[in-house]
């Protein structure tokens, strides 16, 4: 049975990312949702929810606010992960699916982070 196990937030100088432990290959249907208030939702379909994960994460993160979890019933079954992102920034988003570990991750950036890592102001 598919189970997303834990969800971890990790910070680092330049960017953020969001691990979602599962127990086995289930990546997730991700997709932006852009103005006032971006969000990053990923949609793992037909996966279950570890019982003792929180519903609501507050990261305090530069970049990502909180992590809301939810859980639709049948007949469209999935967990919904949604990021709350800080407004008014334009963000790079890398998605990695880490086969031997079942660990599918979002990294988060500034979309300039990149280019200011070469030596520019």
């Given at each position: 049975m598919p189970l997303l196990k834990s969800i971890r937030f990790e910070k680092?100088?330049?960017a953020e990312k969001v691990l979602f432990e599962l127990n086995g290959f289930y990546p997730p249907e991700v997709f932006g949702l852009t103005g006032n208030q971006p969000r990053v939702v990923c949609d793992f379909k037909k996966v279950n929810l570890e019982k003792s994960l929180t519903k609501v994460l507050e990261t305090n993160g530069t970049f990502i606010l909180r992590i809301r979890v939810?859980?639709?019933?049948p007949p469209?079954?999935?967990?919904?992960?949604v990021l709350d992102l800080v407004p008014h920034t334009n963000y790079d988003i890398e998605q990695i699916?880490?086969?031997?570990?079942?660990?599918?991750?979002?990294i988060i950036r500034?979309?300039?982070?990149k280019k200011?890592?070469?030596?520019?102001?």
């Open positions: 680092s100088f330049d939810g859980i639709y019933p469209d079954p999935k967990i919904r992960v699916f880490f086969q031997k570990d079942t660990t599918f991750a979002l500034p979309e300039n982070a200011s890592l070469r030596g520019r102001p």
